[in-house]
């Protein structure tokens, strides 16, 4: 029917513009429109261009934007971030107290990236004993959630789709086991002794060596301890700008002793988490804990709507194999000897002895 009216007004239509105009609307409504998204696109004889964000390994796209997002390492934090980092972001993790569970944080996110193959740039004082501590990532038979291995002979219709439902977003890690030093090929280390533009630099070389592949960045305390605020404000302006338009993420702690007003540090960062431990104590509420995270800023980047994320407090917990992210939430009240029916419920009948009486 569409088809017979667009001809009929183009046969009518006198003018050689019009028959133009109403040609061209034919062309391009009468296409075939498809609800599903080529595997292809950015890609070139179905393999992957390295121009294209798509091929970015260990990245898929934001179910808020249309930007690339790669995993922190920590499964329930990614939860909490947007379903992760978005490429050419940066987080920082505020320090307080002793700040000893925070290079928790850290290895996760270089073991992550050494998962993915991903180029990890690290500075600090203490990222050369990180690199030696990273946790192992789980076989996919050791976990539930992971895809089994497919044969040869399955997805015969659907075989485009092999290939990504073999790619893992993120992994789970076991903090009992430790990486062989041989697999860490695509770490670098730089001196933080080093003064702020030479670490800079460094930095920007190592993102133009890379331009494949998704750069991590941690930065462990820079400039520490320098107290002069000009210097530390200069620094880190300037470590944003060097990569907020590349195809990296980068993850900055902080010293709990640090001269900066929060305000500043916060106003720079896309993200921003302070880390804060928990004194053992078995008879408190919080005795199954070692420490909370506070989101204290969650950006929601190239998006019309405007960030509404659970901005409640997180508390985490170190076992002998896992590092475990929950949201804190009070037991349920079992003290309770009244019955539904005797208290007059919407259950009707029924007497139940049951201390709830469902």
Same mark, same amino acid.
């Given at each position: ?25 034919n ?13 292809n ?17 260990g ?14 390492g920590i ?11 978005n490429? &050419?972001?940066a987080?920082?993790?505020?320090e307080?107290d ?20 991903? @180029?990890?740039?690290?500075? /600090? ?10 946790p192992t ?5 050791d976990s ?6 497919m /044969? ?23 903090? &009992?086991?430790?990486?062989?030093? &041989?697999e ?25 060596r890379?331009?494949d ?10 400039l520490?301890?320098?107290t002069d ?16 338009d ?6 900055l702690? @902080? ?8 305000f500043?540090l916060? &106003? ?31 950006d929601n ?5 405007s ?14 194999k ?7 939430h009070?037991?349920?009240?079992? /003290?309770?000897?009244v ?15 049951g201390?709830?009486?469902?």
């Amino acid at each position: 029917w569409y088809q017979r009216r667009v001809r009929k007004a183009v046969v009518s239509t006198q003018s050689t513009g019009f028959q133009h105009y109403f040609k061209r609307i034919n062309l391009r409504m009468l296409a075939p429109v498809s609800g599903f998204r080529k595997l292809n696109v950015g890609t070139k004889n179905g393999s992957p261009t390295p121009s294209s964000n798509s091929s970015l390994k260990g990245t898929r796209l934001s179910l808020h934007s249309s930007l690339q997002q790669t995993s922190t390492g920590i499964q329930a934090l990614d939860l909490v971030l947007g379903n992760g980092l978005n490429i &050419s972001s940066a987080t920082l993790i505020i320090e307080r107290d002793r700040g000893e569970y925070t290079p928790q944080f850290a290895r996760h996110f270089i073991s992550e990236g050494v998962s993915h193959g991903h @180029t990890v740039v690290c500075c /600090g004082e203490r990222v050369r004993d990180w690199l030696e501590t990273l946790p192992t990532p789980l076989q996919q038979n050791d976990s539930a959630h992971d895809t089994p291995d497919m /044969g040869d002979d399955q997805l015969k219709i659907a075989w485009r789709y092999k290939r990504r439902i073999q790619a893992r977003y993120s992994h789970s890690y076991d903090l &009992s086991k430790h990486r062989d030093t &041989s697999e860490l090929g695509t770490c670098h280390v730089i001196p933080d002794n080093l003064p702020p533009a030479v670490i800079l630099s460094q930095i920007s070389d190592h993102i133009t060596r890379s331009p494949d592949t998704v750069v991590r960045v941690l930065m462990d305390r820079p400039l520490f301890p320098t107290t002069d605020e000009p210097t530390l404000m200069r620094f880190h302006y300037q470590l944003r700008q060097l990569t907020s338009d590349t195809k990296n993420c980068v993850l900055l702690t @902080t010293h709990p002793s640090c001269s900066l007003p929060a305000f500043h540090l916060t &106003s720079l960062y896309n993200n921003c988490l302070a880390v804060s431990s928990l004194p053992r104590d078995k008879s408190s509420v919080y005795g199954d804990y070692h420490g909370v995270i506070s989101l204290e800023k969650v950006d929601n980047m190239c998006a019309f709507t405007s960030p509404t994320p659970d901005m409640s407090d997180r508390f985490f917990k170190v076992q002998r194999k896992k590092f475990i992210v929950e949201k804190m939430h009070l037991p349920p009240d079992l /003290g309770e000897t009244v019955s539904r029916s005797s208290a007059g419920g919407c259950g009707g009948g029924g007497g139940g002895g049951g201390a709830v009486d469902f």
